[in-house]
């Protein structure tokens, strides 16, 4: 079956460094992404991953490994602001290629 | 410039009323989505537009019923709604509705919050 899993919250300190685990099981594997959502609004789009390896894209980093079935998100030099739920969603083959979400992992910042 | 914009953003209508939210996007995107989304939980996919042409119905129930004028134009009417549907109703847009690449991120709009009673 299709199952993705990822923490239900987490909690890191103003300046610190947060990595958000997803572990997932598709069958047709088409792309991995992660999405921030602050309350009340809708998911932005932060980073997609197809490849194994890291995408860098300035204090938020992503990666994957297709053959754990393993991604995750890293936050560096962490902001109040990135304070938000944060969704990693899968794109399957055999649902027609949408978006399988994660239930998503709130991230508390405390100063 | 990666915009979905959606109108209106809050919404109240009685369960007799019929109504409908608005999407434009000038993206040149070929796929058009509506979702739904309660609190804290994920999206879920309602619809899906391919090329003006609807190519995935998720079981959505027949009181809401989608259309796509044109492909910068989306849009979904109400009708007899319940309660039950009170929640975000999230448009969104990719280049493509399938295919691997990069380009083929999804984006959303702000989204309309739907109060139902």
């Known amino acids: 079956g299709q199952n993705i899993d990822q923490p239900t919250e987490m909690t890191a300190t103003e300046g610190a460094i947060v990595q958000i685990n997803c572990t997932y099981q598709?069958?047709?594997?088409?792309?991995l992404f992660w999405y921030q959502q602050h309350a009340g609004e809708a998911p932005t789009f932060l980073s997609y991953?197809?490849l194994d390896g890291l995408e860098e894209k300035g204090r938020f980093s992503s990666f994957l490994s297709r053959s754990k079935g393993y991604s995750y998100l890293l936050l560096k030099e962490l902001q109040m602001k990135d304070s938000a739920s944060y969704l990693c969603a899968v794109r399957d083959r055999s649902s027609n290629y949408q978006l399988i979400w994660g239930a998503g992992t709130k991230l508390i910042i405390k100063p | 410039d990666t915009e979905v914009t959606q109108t209106p953003k809050h919404l109240v209508m009685g369960m007799t009323n019929k109504k409908s939210l608005k999407c434009e996007q000038h993206m040149g995107h070929r796929a058009m989505y509506w979702y739904k989304q309660k609190a804290k939980k994920p999206p879920e996919l309602m619809f899906v537009?391919?090329?003006?042409?609807?190519?995935i119905n998720e079981s959505v129930p027949s009181r809401f019923s989608p259309e796509c004028p044109n492909s910068s134009l989306l849009n979904l009417h109400l009708h007899a709604l319940q309660p039950e549907d009170s929640a975000l109703y999230l448009c969104?847009?990719?280049?493509?509705?399938?295919?691997?690449?990069?380009?083929?991120?999804?984006?959303f709009g702000e989204g309309s919050w739907l109060t139902v009673v």
């Open positions: 991953n197809v």
């Open positions: 598709t069958s047709g594997f088409n792309g």
């Open positions: 969104a847009s990719s280049q493509e509705a399938r295919g691997s690449s990069s380009g083929n991120t999804i984006y």
């Open positions: 537009y391919s090329y003006e042409k609807l190519s």
